[in-house]
């Protein structure tokens, strides 16, 4: 049964969106006139629910933000198997003035205790882009295969 818009009308469904941050990496002749590379720093393509979001993400800032996931991981593991209920820690990445100017601040949260498998687990993602705040949830796995495959494409072993 469609959903009713006000009024009766069915409701249309909204096409995904698909938000891109520039890439304020310097490049070409100010590049070479500061003595620098002209290497742009490469773009992480998030694909969350109906949502792709790319941004500029250092690889290096990737590599940690996957470790923390395995972590995450290894936590979820462990309270699989735990014989008595406790607190497990959350996991909390945070990378401010992230990739340049332009992205002033990226976070991934996870609570941990919040969910009973990592199957079923959401990330919270924030991100804070020169006056625009986006916060929206991801699953956990499919997060951690972006990331994965952004660190591939890098050229970055597992």
């Known amino acids: ?17 698909r938000f891109q941050l520039p890439d304020h990496s310097v490049q070409g002749a ?6 620098q590379s002209s290497a742009a720093v490469p773009t992480l393509q998030l694909n969350i629910n109906d949502t792709s979001l790319t941004l500029p993400m250092p690889v290096a800032a990737a590599e940690n933000l996957r470790s923390e996931l395995r972590q995450l991981l290894v936590t979820f593991a462990e309270k699989a198997k735990a014989e008595r209920p406790r607190r497990w820690p959350s996991m909390e990445y945070v990378l401010e003035n992230a990739s340049g100017p332009g992205v002033e601040y990226f976070e991934v949260f996870c609570n ?10 959401k990330v919270l993602v924030s991100l804070r882009h020169e006056g ?17 495959t952004f660190l591939q494409d890098a050229g970055v072993d597992a």
């Open 112 to 121: 941990a205790n919040a969910y009973d498998t990592p199957f079923n687990a």
């Open 132 to 148: 625009l705040k986006l916060t929206t949830e991801a699953k956990l796995y499919n997060f951690k295969a972006d990331i994965d």
């Open 30 to 35: 100010a590049a070479s006139a500061a003595g």
């Open 1 to 17: 049964m469609p959903q009713l818009a006000r009024g009766g009308r069915a409701a249309t469904p909204l096409p995904p969106c």
